[in-house]
């Protein structure tokens, strides 16, 4: 198996920055300014969210340590309690009251309060959900619970990028210069973990967190920078949750879920807000869904070994399991659908299985013997003073599955591959990205409507955005020419596939 | 679903799912039955006396003589019931109208048999469950029998659970709701029986409730009067104990659940997608014909449901649309599908403009400009119709009329207003008139009773909207994939006129934003209609938008209008 000792790493003090044609160039720190090497990213916003522009969430108790604690009248001690901490902590309070009438009393409401905690729990496992740990834990991203940047999404069909940020607020940076950049917040929205522009609509964008979903819908023409939730439709479900991860179908008609504490996957139609589940044993919960591009096969994982793979037509599924090295961390789909790449928790190895439309569903004695083959092992190497690899976090494909991003767990740098199909399944290693100087990736994202090549996106524990374009000069000249000899022949089938991503109005 | 009929008809198709699901809910109530003696019996102790002596009981000829009336009472109900999912329901456009739709000998009937049935489950499984309920009467005094007050209670509480069902829920609760996805029909048993239960338990809480207050104010008076009837006598300890209330809230639940179940598999059943056939056979079913049977609500949802799926799915299927008949060579598949599906959209949109301007009530000025505004439609349809656009294109399309002449008599046909003084005159007294009228129709309630519901007709629109939302999501993505799969160029031709109407259709639904019934959110933000609104109006759209995307850089060679375009620009690029 090929390891990461194949890489090339650039010479010290420099950072790669691109990749044009096949060839990697990198420079040093000071001197990186991609706009000399391509202009393909000009017209993209320059992000860098500071600190500083983070709205973080006070929770009060800053000032409480300056002063001096002060005797006042119970009563007064009571009702600041509780306008502070709430119901449950002014029965505490007053349970350590002298008088035994108010001890005992607070104290029965407060055993009657457990009891009926624990027969909704019986009734609803769901909603021992302990709190945003567990989503630093499963998120995609790495360091979720600290860093920055959280998640990223490009929009489908122009170079507008959606961010999500510790603040829990969605900010929404579009190309156009001198365009106001919405900040998508409310109350609701707390411990955001997935965002996901909807296909087929330009305004609608659909917030994970930590109670359901919200579905913003953003009207770029509007100059309001806080829109307010009437805008929005929130979703959600008592026993879903936190939802970790979701998915639109490629058509935009119907939206996926899954929740970390909840076994069953939700597929959503979200104007009517119904809900059908996906259902099968196995796990107290689930990580991760991913529709392929095609539309034709829905991934899910649970938090065991089990994972599955859907197929959307008749909404059966295909099990497979991992052997014992538990659970999934990320998965990816790449080559157009047609393969399905995917990494272990705390596991080094990137494995990859070719799951084609017609072999998958004939029989089940056929898939039972299908098995992922081990592609890239990413053991943690030490290459000239650098560490590389260790325990993968997440993977990410670009939109036409020929390129795959690995973010690690513990060490700095991001793996770039290019992945070939045939003869046979291989990942051929490509560049590695560092950040500058005590950055580390919290989270990597492909833009999806890009022409001139792929291009990933990396949110850096700085607040900085980072653009590592890839490039085929050659791709932009024959998608130019397919379109012109297409032009005359309405139907001419040379041209699928690439008519779909440009408009000219 | 992997029906392949020859010759089908509604009618084998209907009543084939509608038997499924009677079936169905009679072997239910057995089977809950059955579950309930289990539970009845509890013997932790000895469990193999326990499983024996449920079915004991179970097997028992005295059993079965309670069962058979109940079954064949639940039969008759779901046959009944079995009407309202097939049939399309009556469009009342008035309160008084509704009412009297509410007043008719059916819902009688099945009034009669919810309680029937609503007593007869209390009987059936309290005497079958044995315990303190098991008997009406009680022996007391070795010569008189008296009344066992906490069986009669439950069975009275029965007749409530009956009562209050039909009134309170079936009444309002006819539709179908489509699952999101289709599974199997056991998993979505599976995954609703809990649900279904749930619920049932918490909504049966109220009623119980209620019941109970009513009971402590009448039901002496009752149980006096029963008594008298039978001659029977009072318990000298007529204590009913709080078990009895635990129970009564039991059986009201499964009553409830009951009811919920069988409305679960007619919908389950009748929701079940069927692949149409899509060559046109004479005297059966075929795909294109069914869009338009608005009839049958049921065939029309089935089709509109196949064709978006079959658009997304398979490609054999839409490969029948993109070929050409053997002699002759013409796109018969097609050409029938598209004037349906425009067909459909049309009059949609008529429908919606039409309750779009009533619920507006402008006053009559105000009116003029919406039918200048409307001159655009004839013009757009003598666009797409109108044979010259397409001299360059083999004209395979349907001979349609042209709709130029039309548009020309709209033109001709407005009046020109007289400046008459008398004329003047008579308009002031009439105005005044009618305004004195209203005003009378007002106070008196008239108004109220007999006059038009605002929403009545947006209802009935909105009710359907599920046709629309598979329809323009099927023939978008069949317009899309035909870009690389239509060899013929068939769909080419008919491309604008699709574009057109979906527009039209979406111009429509934009008017619907402006009710304001429509627009605010609902107190609890469950109102069917607003949702419903919004899932049709963004399901043209994301159609529309597909097909933008699909063909963005031909859009400018297809013969559409301006107005067409700028709005196909604004929705695409917003």
């Given amino acids: ?505 | 679903m992997d029906r392949s009929p020859a010759t089908v008809t509604y009618k084998d198709l209907l009543l084939g799912k509608l038997s499924y699901s009677v079936i169905c809910s009679v072997l239910s109530q057995l089977v809950l039955l059955q579950v309930y003696i289990f539970f009845t019996n509890t013997n932790i102790f000895h469990p193999q006396q326990w499983i024996r002596s449920t079915f004991a009981v179970f097997a028992s000829v005295s059993t079965w003589l309670y069962v058979i009336p109940f079954v064949s009472i639940i039969f008759a109900q779901s046959i009944i019931c079995a009407k309202d999912y097939v049939l399309k329901q009556e469009y009342c456009s008035t309160r008084f109208q509704s009412f009297l739709s509410v007043l008719s000998i059916r819902n009688f009937v099945l009034l009669i048999l919810n309680v029937v049935i609503g007593a007869t489950l209390v009987w059936l499984f309290s005497s079958l469950g044995g315990g303190h309920y098991q008997s009406l009467t009680r022996n007391c005094n070795k010569l008189h029998y008296c009344l066992n007050e906490g069986s009669f209670m439950l069975i009275i509480s029965g007749i409530w659970s009956g009562l209050y069902y039909f009134t309170k829920i079936y009444v309002s609760k006819k539709h179908l709701s489509f699952p999101v996805i289709h599974q199997r029909k056991l998993l979505q048993f599976k995954a609703q029986l809990v649900p279904l239960l749930k619920e049932s338990i918490i909504s049966s809480f109220w009623p119980t409730f209620y019941f109970v207050i009513i009971y402590m104010f009448w039901g002496e008076s009752l149980a006096d009067s029963f008594r008298n009837m039978f001659s029977l006598l009072k318990e000298k300890d007529c204590y009913i104990g709080i078990q009895a209330y635990f129970c009564m809230w039991i059986f009201a639940a499964l009553y409830n659940f009951n009811m919920n179940l069988m409305q679960f598999f007619f919908n389950l059943f009748l929701t079940e997608p069927v692949e149409f056939p899509m060559q046109h056979v004479p005297n059966s079913l075929c795909l294109q014909e069914c869009l338009n049977v608005s009839e049958w609500p049921i065939i029309q949802n089935l089709a509109c449901y196949d064709l978006n799926n079959l658009a997304l799915n398979s490609k054999s299927r839409r490969q029948v649309f993109f070929t050409l008949s053997q002699p002759g060579g013409h796109p018969h598949n097609w050409n029938h599908l598209v004037e349906n599906v425009l067909k459909l959209f049309q009059e949609y949109t008529n429908q919606i403009d039409k309750s779009a301007v009533v619920t507006e009530n402008m006053p009559k000025a105000a009116l003029q400009p919406q039918n200048l505004f409307q001159h655009n439609y004839p013009a757009i349809k003598s666009a797409i119709k109108s044979p010259e656009r397409y001299q360059n294109f083999r004209n395979m399309s349907l001979m349609y009329n042209t709709g130029l002449d039309e548009e020309i008599t709209v033109e001709i046909t407005r009046v020109p207003i007289n400046w008459n003084l008398i004329q003047n005159l008579i308009d002031k007294i009439k105005q005044k008139v009618n305004s004195a009228i209203s005003v009378i129709k007002i106070l008196l309630g008239i108004n109220f009773l007999f006059g038009e519901l605002p929403q009545a007709n947006i209802q009935t629109c909105l009710a359907n909207g599920y046709v629309i939302i598979w329809a323009s999501q099927g023939i978008s993505d069949i317009v899309c994939a035909s870009l690389v799969e239509d060899q013929y160029g068939i769909v080419q031709k008919d491309l604008p006129a699709i574009i057109n109407t979906l527009v039209q259709l979406k111009h429509a639904l934009d008017k619907l934003n402006k009710i304001p019934a429509l627009t605010r959110k609902m107190a609890g933000y469950n109102d069917f209609n607003f949702k419903m609104k919004n899932a049709v109006n963004y399901a043209v759209r994301r159609s529309l938008f597909n097909i933008c995307k699909t063909f963005g850089k031909y859009l400018n060679d297809l013969p559409l209008s301006k107005d067409t375009v700028f709005y196909l620009q604004t929705l695409y690029r917003v």
């Fill in chain 1, 1 to 505: 198996m090929k390891g990461l000792h194949e890489f090339e790493v650039p010479n010290d003090g420099e950072i790669c920055l691109c990749e044009i044609n096949g060839r990697v160039h990198s420079v040093n720190y000071e001197y990186a300014n991609l706009d000399a090497f391509t202009d393909a990213l000009k017209n993209h916003p320059k992000i860098h969210i500071t600190r500083d522009q983070l709205h973080l969430i006070s929770s009060g108790d800053e000032g409480k340590a300056l002063f001096l604690p002060v005797d006042v009248s119970f009563l007064k001690q009571l009702t600041q309690v509780y306008y502070e901490q709430g119901f449950t902590e002014t029965l505490h309070t007053a349970s350590g009251h002298n008088q035994w009438f108010i001890r005992k009393g607070s104290k029965l409401i407060l055993d009657v309060l457990k009891y009926i905690n624990k027969v909704r729990l019986i009734f609803n496992p769901n909603v021992r959900y302990s709190g945003p740990t567990l989503i630093n834990e499963y998120a995609q991203g790495r360091n979720w619970l600290n860093s920055t940047i959280r998640c990223i999404a490009w929009h489908p069909y122009s170079s507008k990028v959606a961010i999500a940020t510790c603040d829990d607020s969605i900010r929404i940076f579009s190309s156009e210069c001198g365009s106001i950049t919405p900040i998508l917040r409310c109350k609701q929205q707390k411990h955001v973990t997935c965002i996901a522009w909807r296909p087929l609509s330009n305004t609608e964008i659909a917030v994970g967190h930590e109670d359901g979903i919200i579905i913003w819908n953003v009207d770029p023409n509007s100059l309001v920078v806080r829109p307010s939730i009437s805008n929005a439709v929130v979703l959600k479900r008592l026993e879903h949750k936190p939802v970790i991860s979701l998915a639109w179908s490629p058509r935009g008609d119907k939206l996926v879920t899954a929740a970390a504490c909840d076994n069953t996957i939700l597929v959503w139609d979200v104007e009517l807000d119904l809900t059908s589940s996906l259902k099968r044993s196995g796990g107290s919960g689930n990580i991760l869904v991913k529709w392929s591009p095609t539309g034709e096969r829905l991934f899910s994982c649970s938090n065991t070994l089990v994972f599955r793979i859907w197929d959307c037509r008749t909404w059966d599924c295909e099990r497979w399991s991992l052997p014992s090295m538990g659970r999934i961390q990320s998965a990816c789909w790449a080559a157009d659908g047609s393969v399905l790449l995917f990494a272990a928790e705390g596991d080094t190895v990137l494995y990859g299985a070719v799951i084609d439309c017609d072999i998958a569903f004939v029989s089940n004695g056929e898939s039972l013997e299908k098995q992922a083959c081990p592609l890239f092992d990413m053991s943690r190497v030490d290459v000239e003073g650098i560490p590389l690899g260790g325990p993968i976090r997440q993977i990410e494909a670009d939109p036409k599955g020929r390129h795959v991003a690995v973010l690690f767990q513990d060490t700095d740098c991001i793996a770039v591959f290019g992945v070939v199909k045939r003869p046979q399944l291989a990942l051929i290693p490509s560049s590695l990205i560092m950040g500058l100087a005590e950055e580390k990736p919290s989270t990597i994202s492909f833009i999806q409507d890009f022409d001139s090549g792929s291009c990933l996106t990396i949110g850096w524990s700085s607040g900085r955005l980072q653009y590592y374009p890839i490039i085929y000069s050659d791709l932009g000249e024959s998608h130019n020419k397919s379109v012109n000899c297409s032009y005359n022949s309405f139907n001419a089938k040379s041209i699928h596939g690439q008519v779909l991503e440009t408009n000219v109005f």
